[in-house]
Structures are given as structure tokens and as C-alpha cells.
């Protein structure tokens, strides 16, 4: 019996068994490789962490095996969540919290947002590694900021994004922009006491201290860490025990 | 198509690997699958790694698309070439994420506009609705290598000169750059997309100064 390929019936029965075969397929395969996937995203989390807290460079962390990794971070780092009072969350893990997604979550409403803090010893210093997420031009953008054990001054930064424009909003991940926050020092809090949090502004520094200079002809992306950075610090400090409005 | 059985090595077949490789590049000549070809050569494993998704996408879609273009409703033909790619772009992402997870990163949304590669829906409609498997497979690995091989030029050179390395690994040490009292400078040009714009058109340029019957007139 021939059958008539341009008959709505077989058309339609066509298009169902074409588009099954393709949905199960891709089922199987994405359910196969999540643990794989998800693994590398933990991993490089991790490296963030680290490479934020000095401790290592990223090449170096690059090099390394996953395993080896988890293993010097489950060592020296530790985990405490707040809230944003900055009251210790009990029975939570920071390293669990997707910062984007909460930060997606809680877009709205800051103050029912967690805020995951990770604490870096070695050698007696500790660190303090402040993940942070905020919107870029086209997507996410987030970071690890580092404060010394004065918990104030910033030591160490990593930022990364999900799809800002390379040679312009993607600067925020490369090492040039992320020196201009340890080359000279700069402060969450004033020696008054005041907060000031890291500011992002254009054409020069006023207060030189607690601002970064912008990138050019990413102004977006720039406004976007800066409006992550300039608020984001408060919860950890009122955490650390200074009064903050 | 003749009755007579033809070998799969035979000289016309053959030619369906080495046309696209030179006087019908898909790239040079048809000027096919360019923004990938421009985003994502800054280094040369990047542009191998988008080189073998794209031969991995295009074999299997010609070969697929080829086995069952007899069933294909003509009304929806496009939507149903569409789909076979897509899924397999999505194979393509996911076991990138999975193994090769920096190199994903970088390649970043490139692999899903893979779907978008006029190259692969050139193909499928041109070839492989019209011909058996074998010839669509050999067609398919023409074509993807003549789009490899300007990917890897191009990257060889935006990498040489915009990072001083080759696949990676650093042949300019960093003592004789001018940030540390050296006398080199990287060309920041090398590292923006434009510049690929200029290397493909160099290879057009001495493609068709090689072989004059290439030039259009006009």
C-alpha cells in the first residue's frame, strides 16, 4: 500500500514519532550526564573560592584534579550562612546556595535573601570570601570578593558572568580589572566606622578607598557590579558586628 | 541515480570530499557558517573543538537526513532537519559541559548557534535530501573539513599574534613583553573578532589569485 507522504495524518504522525524519538534521546542523555556536569560546576566553584582567597592562583587551580581540590577545600574552608541582619542561619550550607539563583529568587525582596559566607584559614590568618550576584548587561554576573582578617579590606576578587560582550562587559573576568581592587586598598567600611561598600563610577575616583574605576564602553556590566557591590557587603558586616543602618 | 552499484571510493565521490576542501569551500567560496568562523578563533583549540562539533553535526544530520528523506513530508521537511540538528547540537553541548567543561565555556552559546550554521542547513537540503547515505556521509566530511581548516588558520594566526602561544602553550616568554621591560607587545587587534573578518578575507584573496575561475564577474 503506498502511502501518501503528503497527507495530513502522515504528516502529523511523522512529526510525533520524529519529535518522541528526539525527546527521549536527549532525555536520557541530559539525565546521564548531570552528575558529570554538575561536578564541574561545583569544581569551579571551588577554584573561585580559593583563587579569591590568594591562596592559590587560577592556572594553578586549573591544573589541578577535582579531587585534589575538593580535598584542600574541605580542609580550609569553612561555611556559615546569614541572614540579612547577619544572624548565623543555622543548618545550611553555603556551598549549596546557588548565589545567582537566590539572587534570582529574592530579586524583589533582599531582606528574606541568605547570604553565604566562606571562611578560608591557613597558617592562622583567616579570610573572608563573600560571593556575591547581580545583573550584567545580557546575564548574570557574580563574584568572590576576600576581606583580610581585618574584615574590612579587600584582598582578593573573582568575577565571572554568564554572556557579557568579550572586550567589553566580559573585562570584569579578566585579571587587569580584578587588580584594581587589590593594587591599592580599598575598604568596605570607613576608619569612622561608616559603610561605604565598594562603589563603581566613571570619570575618576573621589573616594578613592571604597570606588573602582568603570570600563569603558561597558557601562552596563559596570553599573551592574557596582550595584552589586555597593550594597552587597552589609549583611556580612552587621554579621561581623558593626552597626549599619 | 544510475542502477549500476558505485563504489563508495569512486572519483565522483571523491570529489565530494575534495570540492569543498578548495574551490567550493564552504567558507572561502560559498561564504557559509562566517560568525562562528569569526567568534570563536581566538585560539586554536577553540576553533578545533567548534571544528569537530560541527563535522560530529554535520555527518550525522547528512547521514540521518539522507536514511529517511524518502519518509520526510515535503511540507515539513525544513522543520524536521531542523529538529534532527538540534538534537544533535544539543548532544554536542552537553557532553561538552560534561568532559571538556572550560573549552564549553569559552565556546559559550557558539555550540547552540550551531543550529543557525547555514553550512549544515545548506547541506541537508542540498545534498542529503537527494542522495544516498554513503555520498551524504562523504559530502558531510568535505564539507566540515573545509570549514575546519579556515577555522585552524585563522586561529593559528589570531593565537600566534594576539597571545604569543600556539594550542596553549606560551612560545614568547613573558620577560620580553613591554609591560615587563621588554620590546613585544601582543596585538590586542588579534583577540577581537573583527580582525578574523580580515584573515578570511586574506585566504578569499590568495584562494581566487591561485585559481582565476573562482572570480566572480560582475
Known amino acids: ?34 552528575p558529570a556536569q554538575k561536578a564541574n560546576v561545583d569544581n569551579e566553584k571551588r577554584q573561585f573560592i580559593l583563587a579569591a582567597a590568594g591562596a592559590y592562583k587560577m592556572e594553578d587551580l586549573k591544573a589541578m584534579e577535582k579531587a585534589e581540590i575538593s580535598k584542600i577545600f574541605d580542609e580550609k574552608i569553612a561555611q556559615n550562612v546569614f541572614d540579612v541582619n547577619g544572624n548565623e542561619i543555622e543548618g545550611e550550607k553555603a556551598f549549596n546556595i546557588d548565589i545567582v539563583k537566590e539572587f534570582k529568587a ?21 579570610k573572608y570570601i563573600i560571593p556575591m550576584a547581580g545583573n550584567g548587561l545580557w546575564g548574570p554576573i557574580w563574584g568572590y570578593i576576600a576581606l583580610g582578617s581585618d574584615k574590612n579590606t579587600i584582598e ?25 581592587f587589590t593594587s591599592t586598598t580599598k575598604k568596605i567600611m570607613s576608619d569612622e566606622g561608616k559603610y561605604y561598600g565598594i ?17 569603558a564602553g561597558a557601562t552596563i556590566t559596570s553599573n551592574g557590579v ?14 561581623f558586628g558593626n552597626e549599619i543602618k | ?40 578563533t581566538i585560539m586554536l583549540e577553540n576553533a578545533f573543538v567548534m571544528s569537530m562539533s560541527v563535522l560530529f553535526v554535520l555527518i550525522m544530520a547528512n547521514v540521518v537526513v539522507s536514511l529517511i528523506r524518502n519518509l520526510i513530508p515535503d511540507k515539513i521537511r525544513i522543520i524536521v532537519q531542523l529538529v534532527i ?32 550554521n547555514c553550512i549544515i542547513m545548506g547541506r541537508l537540503e542540498a545534498f542529503a535530501l537527494g542522495n544516498k547515505p554513503g555520498p551524504a556521509f562523504l559530502d ?36 620580553w613583553l613591554i609591560d615587563n621591560g621588554g620590546f613585544y607587545e601582543h596585538n590586542g587587534l588579534m583577540l577581537l573578532s573583527p580582525i578574523a573578518l580580515f584573515l578570511v578575507a586574506s585566504v578569499i584573496w590568495v584562494q581566487r589569485s591561485k585559481n582565476r575561475k573562482l572570480i566572480e564577474e560582475n
Open chain 1, 1 to 34: 500500500m503506498a502511502v501518501n507522504k503528503n497527507s495530513i495524518g502522515y504528516t502529523v504522525t511523522f512529526a510525533i514519532v520524529l519529535v518522541t524519538i528526539c525527546g527521549a534521546l536527549l532525555a536520557t542523555l541530559a539525565t546521564s550526564l548531570k
Open chain 1, 106 to 126: 529574592t530579586k524583589n525582596d533582599a531582606s528574606i535573601r541568605k547570604y553565604p559566607m566562606f571562611t578560608f584559614k591557613d597558617a592562622g590568618k583567616e
Open chain 1, 156 to 180: 582578593g576578587v573573582v568575577f565571572d558572568h554568564k554572556g557579557e560582550t568579550p572586550g567589553l562587559g566580559a573585562k570584569i573576568a579578566e585579571q587587569t580589572f580584578q587588580d584594581l
Open chain 1, 199 to 215: 562603589k563603581v563610577v566613571k570619570g575618576g575616583l573621589k573616594n578613592p578607598n571604597h570606588e573602582i574605576d568603570a570600563i
Open chain 1, 226 to 239: 557596582g550595584e552589586m557591590l555597593e550594597p552587597g557587603f552589609k549583611p556580612y558586616m552587621r554579621a
Open chain 2, 1 to 40: 541515480m544510475s542502477t549500476q552499484k558505485e563504489s563508495l571510493f569512486s572519483k565522483k565521490n571523491m570529489k565530494l570530499i575534495k570540492d569543498p576542501l578548495n574551490d567550493s569551500n564552504p567558507i572561502s567560496i560559498q561564504v557559509l557558517g562566517i560568525c562562528s568562523a569569526l567568534a570563536i
Open chain 2, 85 to 116: 540538528v538540534a538534537t544533535l547540537v544539543i548532544t554536542v553541548d552537553q557532553i561538552l559541559k560534561a568532559y571538556v567543561y572550560e573549552v564549553s565555556k569559552q565556546l559559550s552559546v557558539f555550540v547552540g548557534l550551531i543550529i543557525t
Open chain 2, 140 to 175: 558531510a566530511i568535505g564539507n566540515a573539513f573545509g570549514y575546519t581548516w579556515i577555522l585552524l588558520v585563522v586561529g593559528f594566526v589570531r593565537e600566534v599574534f594576539g597571545s604569543g602561544s600556539v594550542w596553549g602553550i606560551k612560545f614568547i616568554p613573558d620577560s
